[in-house]
């Protein structure tokens, strides 16, 4: 597989959206048809391990993904969802990739192609031969002076993470036909036809991601390691119970609590803060270096599910916010209805991945 972010592939009617994330692997199966793409397939497995032990996890930015482990767990969900396609394209962590904004003159994309080259070398902190390197035109401003540049997206992945990759996928009877940051499914999936520049906050598990997008591109990046799993970890302290009994009550009661119940807030409040922090931080580095503005919020992720998070962020940020309907231009079968609402915001990496080729 030649490693490309913009790679096409034809030849096939359906695909696997694979998302290895720090502590669950999901899978969907989209189909290709005349109309909106049909999801035929998906399923997640999640490990709990980890709010225990820190170490028990698939993947973070300070542990290596082990490729056994990983092969096993691939082969057990395409088994139990019973996929037809074995063509897969994958995401890459954003903690595992460089990321950054440009700001070039128009030019062909023959002389850009010749210019990164030797910019690259400018901003990617690792030698340019132990990486791979891709760009893509996200947009056009005015600069400053009244003339027109091209805001390019500067990428680059360690080789051996694209190879670490591609082993897990032929291991598991895959075909790897792309890979791509996680942040580019999820601008892709929640913001195109969006003009413009909307905050999406993707909490999961370990880390929370922090995106700027515009219509289906990605601009802007950053993370924190507070997360789903901070919340948990601080009712089970602050409550003196277990661990999966603090995770339980997070879910069925979130920040919606009355009376006794109103402690569960309490708790969680102070990390949702951090988290809320850290995004104003990446906002304000957007817009004043960049001088656009920001205008919506958009909650992705599991810890989107979290009951009243919405209204939460909305109060703190003083900005539209709204969970992620990355289901919104994809066709399903109706008995999924009843769960559309907590699937929206859980599969939005895969979904954003399956429809890159549909």
Do not use: C
């Not at 199966?29 to 109309?35: D, N, Q, R, S, Y």
């Not at 980890?50 to 767990?73: D, F, W, Y």
């Not at 088994?79 to 074995?86: E, G, I, P, W």
């Not at 027109?148 to 009877?173: H, M, R, T």
């Amino acid at each position: 597989m030649s490693f490309n972010f913009l790679e096409k592939i034809f030849g096939s009617n359906s695909y696997l959206g694979v998302d290895i994330g720090t502590t669950s692997i999901k899978v969907i199966e989209l189909v290709k048809t005349k109309g909106l793409p049909f999801l035929r397939n998906y399923g997640f497995l999640e490990s709990y391990g980890h709010l225990e032990r820190p170490n028990n996890a698939i993947q973070t930015s300070s542990l290596k993904m082990l490729e056994n482990e990983t092969v096993e767990l691939l082969k057990l969900m395409v088994r139990h969802t019973k996929s037809s396609s074995r063509n897969a394209i994958a995401s890459l962590p954003s903690f595992s990739a460089f990321t950054t904004l440009l700001e070039m003159p128009l030019m062909p994309d023959g002389d850009t192609t010749k210019i990164m080259g030797f910019q690259a070398k400018q901003y990617i902190p690792l030698p340019i031969s132990s990486v791979t390197i891709d760009w893509l035109r996200v947009g056009e401003k005015k600069n400053e002076n009244g003339d027109k540049v091209q805001q390019i997206l500067l990428v680059s992945v360690p080789n051996e993470i694209i190879s670490k990759y591609k082993n897990i996928f032929k291991a598991a009877g895959l075909n790897l036909l792309a890979l791509e940051i996680e942040g580019l499914s999820v601008a892709r999936i929640l913001t195109s036809g969006i003009k413009e520049d909307t905050l999406i906050v993707d909490i999961g598990s370990r880390s929370t991601s922090i995106y700027i997008a515009q219509d289906g591109n990605l601009k802007f990046s950053g993370q924190t390691d507070f997360a789903g799993g901070s919340l948990t970890q601080t009712i089970s302290s602050g409550l003196n119970i277990r661990i999966r009994r603090a995770e339980d009550l997070k879910k069925m009661r979130g920040l919606t609590g009355t009376g006794g119940e109103y402690e569960l807030s309490t708790l969680m409040m102070p990390i949702l803060d951090v988290i809320i922090n850290e995004v104003e931080r990446v906002r304000n580095n957007f817009e004043k270096n960049y001088n656009e503005k920001i205008t919506s919020v958009i909650l992705s992720g599991g810890g989107a599910n979290l009951l009243g998070i919405e209204k939460y962020f909305e109060g703190q940020m003083s900005l539209p916010v709204k969970i992620a309907n990355s289901l919104s231009k994809i066709s399903y079968p109706p008995e999924m209805e009843p769960i559309i609402k907590e699937l929206n915001p859980y599969l939005t990496v895969a979904l954003g991945l399956g429809v890159k080729q549909v």
